[in-house]
């Protein structure tokens, strides 16, 4: 092209515009819930609730992202931090009320807190098992019905609910029975409650990830580096996830781009799960 030419505008579908709409990422002071906020406001969205267990490492978070997408145009984002234990329903109610006092409403919702470990099945401590099962599975339910109380009665909302590509396969090296089975019920979980909240305008959808090479994965395989060259050759891709795979990804799930999109799970793991 000569340099006379003017150059080519791109633009993108206005329906993938998270412009004006309120956003809520739990587990978000850190891993794949900071690059969901962070997705989120690229595309346009100015109001962000950022939830995660400690205040302080919330409110942090929120400070950091807007900051980070801040333009010259001086339009002002409002992020906040809010603490919440999501394996509490009080404390996730309590949380709602604050988004809902705070902004008026409530547009798109990703539950994205989670944790996972490892140990054999025949020697997994019981209290370490109900833990996770309170924070992966009985964290979602709360985070997607206290989101589903204001999106109803609006007639209008997008919740995604963070399963993994463990809901539909068995990880190996390393033995997580526990982890598997509570993410494959997140998967049913979203399947079950959009179909319930359907005619409601109400859409919940299913975001299962693969290997991701987030900052704690990456601290977690610095020093197993066989393990993470055995993850590369499980997948198809020959290589683990950048955060950022899942941006195109959760922004379609929570945008008017997906409005006819529920009860689905969207896979995002270089082919892992069609082998």
């Known amino acids: 092209m000569a340099d006379n030419q003017p150059k080519k505008t791109f633009k993108t579908l206005r329906s993938l515009s998270m412009q004006d709409k309120v956003c809520v990422v739990t587990g978000a002071a850190r891993g794949l819930g900071y ?22 490492e919330a409110s942090q978070a929120a400070e950091e992202l807007a900051q980070q997408n801040s333009t010259d145009e001086g339009e002002k984002i409002d992020a ?15 949380a709602f009320a604050t988004i809902k006092q705070r902004f008026g409403r409530l547009d798109a919702v990703v539950a994205s807190a989670g944790i996972v470990e490892n140990f054999p099945a025949l020697e997994y401590p019981a209290d370490r098992m109900r833990k996770l099962m ?19 009665p609006q007639g209008s909302g997008s919740i995604v609910l963070i399963s993994s590509m463990s809901a539909n396969i068995v990880n190996i090296p390393q ?3 526990p982890y598997n089975f509570s993410k494959a019920a997140v998967k049913h979980m979203a399947s079950s409650l959009a179909i319930e909240w359907a005619k409601t305008g109400v859409r919940v959808n299913a975001l299962s990830p693969g290997y991701m090479l987030t900052k704690l994965t990456r601290t977690v395989l610095a020093n197993q580096p066989q393990l993470k060259k055995t993850w590369e050759n499980l997948t198809p891709f020959g290589r683990m996830g950048d955060p950022e795979d899942l941006a195109g990804a959760i922004v379609y ?13 969207l896979r995002v793991d270089g082919g892992y799960c069609a082998i």
Not at 134 to 152: Q, S, W
């Open 80 to 94: 906040i931090g809010i603490a919440c234990d999501v394996s509490s329903e009080e404390s996730v109610q309590a």
């Open 175 to 177: 033995q997580q029975a």
């Open 253 to 265: 799930l929570c945008s008017d781009a997906s409005k006819f999109m529920t009860g689905s799970e």
């Open 35 to 56: 690059e969901f906020c962070d997705a989120f406001l690229k595309s346009g969205c100015t109001s962000l609730a950022v939830l995660d267990l400690v205040y302080d």
């Open 134 to 152: 309170d924070v992966n599975v009985h964290g979602a339910f709360f985070t997607a019905r206290e989101a589903a109380k204001i999106m109803i």
